[in-house]
């Protein structure tokens, strides 16, 4: 069994999904190694979805330790949406920089 094959859906994942697609977000559930593949305007991150003070699990940690790209922790659809202005933010300083 792989250390990617426990898979529980927080409570908070379906408000922090809306919120995102709401903002703009084209979101997929992928369940493994993180919750979450969300995309704008060309940018592309990860989402780990936790409800409260739920903890990453120590394969998540170590997941996120080595991802080169975006990877967030989502608690709140607030900070879905944070994601979302974060990853269009990116994307403005992309064109501008490449041309």
């Known amino acids: 069994m792989s250390k990617y094959e426990v898979h529980r859906t927080d409570n908070s994942e379906p408000l922090i999904i809306e919120a995102m697609r709401a903002a703009g977000a084209t979101v997929k559930k992928i369940g493994r190694p993180l919750d979450l593949l969300v995309a ?13 003070n739920r903890q990453l699990q120590v394969s998540q940690v170590e997941f996120i330790d080595s991802w080169p790209g975006v990877a967030a922790v989502l608690r709140t659809p607030e900070d879905g949406i944070a994601l979302v202005r974060l990853l269009r933010e990116q994307a403005r300083v992309w064109k501008r920089y490449a041309g």
């Open 40 to 52: 704008i305007d060309g940018m592309t991150a990860l989402g780990e979805c936790k409800t409260g």
